[in-house]
């Protein structure tokens, strides 16, 4: 039975799972038997941990606000429905790379799901100086089944015009992406905030840097406009959870049909923020090297593997609306349809490490910082660290078309945290 929305409570969940005959399974005995403890930590929304004599779920809830900065700041409760969706589209794909979903529950905007343990946040395993083997793999599958599936490569026009229909109404988290990624850290907004005054120089070269500014624009209106692939939209370390055998990708609320670079560059991004804020965590300075180094490695990796996948889901599929595979079965035309594939690829890795950088930035001059960086006590060594992402940004960003592959990338990577 539906029961209209209320933001729940330690005292109040119990009781209302209780009504669902899947978590009830899953928790096992009574409802009065069930522990509960709220630990969100995310910018958005209340995530509690429920613990019953059978088992354990996860339950995610939206606030009708922004938790971050209170109820100044309202919020669609549908982001919880568009993060099902999402969700259950991701599941078709790669099922093993996502959690399971016991239970969802649109009017009190909230979904039931698989508890993960022992995994944990990537972001704080990479504080932390952790290994994960299978990372870039895992991760590579993920964006090249749900990219590839969810696009025109591999479906019918018709298929993807009603992805896009039924994602349309997810402004107002679109619409957080467009004003905290794409344009508040290029000019004076209330939300901005960056360490000062370490960092008020460069915060206002980036203001006044019109070249800059421009080329991020002209990724904002691909952000805005360029409807290739339902993306998870938010695919940082932070939604990632990981063991060094599994990894889980979570929280797709901020999931439409977009460019794809958008979530291959997140991840890509996220990784250069942890190769930088590793001189913050080290124990003395040099003692993270190796860790620094595997980091450029899973970065590398993960495009590497993505591209690889990408080609041979692209070169198995018969499917898609673009490219039909019958127009090019001579041999002429399979040489020129796979020189068009390469060229696809490039021009992706392009918005790849463009959106990257993008990502990068505002991570350090827009409201929503990262763990990696906030993390580090002293302003001057975090604020050392913040520039140089800053540095490899903006580097990112303008020479784009210009970066051969991305070995290009780590080597300025390499080349910025040797230089400051
Ligand atoms: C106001 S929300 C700020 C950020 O939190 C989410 O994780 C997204 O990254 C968003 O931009
Ligand atoms: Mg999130």
Redesign the pocket.
């Known amino acids: 039975m539906s029961q209209p929305y209320r933001a729940l409570s330690d005292g109040s969940l119990p009781e209302v799972l209780a009504a669902m005959p899947q978590v009830r399974e899953q928790l096992g005995g009574a409802f009065t038997q069930w522990s509960v403890q709220e630990v969100g930590d995310?910018?958005?929304n209340l995530v509690f941990i429920v613990k019953g004599p059978g088992g354990s779920v996860i339950v995610k809830q939206a606030l009708p606000y922004?938790r971050?900065?209170g109820d100044s700041?309202p919020?669609p409760l549908a982001r919880s429905y568009y993060e099902h969706m999402a969700l259950t589209e991701q599941t078709k794909h790669v099922p093993k790379l996502v959690p399971k979903i016991y239970h969802y529950d649109r009017d009190l905007a909230l979904i039931v799901m698989e508890y993960l343990t022992p995994h944990i946040i990537m972001r704080k395993g990479l504080i932390q100086g952790i290994e994960y083997p299978l990372f870039a793999s895992h991760i590579a599958e993920f964006m090249a089944q749900t990219l590839f599936k969810t696009s025109v490569l591999a479906i019918s026009a018709a298929e993807h015009k009603r992805r896009i229909w039924a994602f349309i109404d997810n402004i107002a988290l679109c619409k957080?992406?467009e004003d905290?990624?794409f344009t508040d850290p290029y000019r004076v907004a209330k939300l901005n905030r960056w360490t000062e005054p370490f960092l008020d120089d460069i915060a206002a070269e980036f203001r006044e840097d019109e070249k800059l500014k421009l080329a991020v624009q002209k990724r904002k209106l691909q952000f805005l406009t360029s409807a290739e692939a339902m993306i998870h939209g938010?695919l940082?370390t932070?939604?990632i959870m990981v063991t060094p055998l599994d990894t889980r990708v979570i929280?797709p609320e901020?999931a439409f049909v977009g460019p794809m670079g958008f979530d291959v560059g997140a991840v890509i991004g996220n990784l250069l923020i942890a190769y930088f804020a590793q001189a913050g965590h080290e124990e003395r300075p040099g003692a993270r090297t190796p860790y620094r180094h595997w980091i450029l490695v899973q970065a590398e990796q993960v495009w590497r593997q993505f591209n690889k996948r990408f080609l041979e889901l692209w070169d198995a599929s018969k499917s898609g609306e673009a490219y039909m595979p019958e127009l090019f079965t001579d041999p002429q035309g399979a040489v020129a349809f796979a020189a068009e594939k390469q060229r696809f690829m490039r021009s992706l890795f392009a918005d790849t490490v463009s959106f990257a950088g993008i990502k990068m930035i505002?991570r350090v001059l827009?409201?929503?910082h990262t763990e990696d960086l906030e993390s580090i006590k002293d302003p001057a060594v975090r604020a050392s660290c913040e520039r140089k992402v800053l540095n490899l940004a903006r580097r990112l960003i303008l020479d784009a078309d210009k970066l051969t592959g991305i070995g290009d990338v780590t080597i300025a990577a390499r080349g910025v945290l040797a230089a400051q």
């Open positions: 995310g910018n958005l922004v971050l900065v700041w919020l957080i992406t905290l990624v938010d940082h932070g939604s929280d901020f505002r827009g409201l929503a």
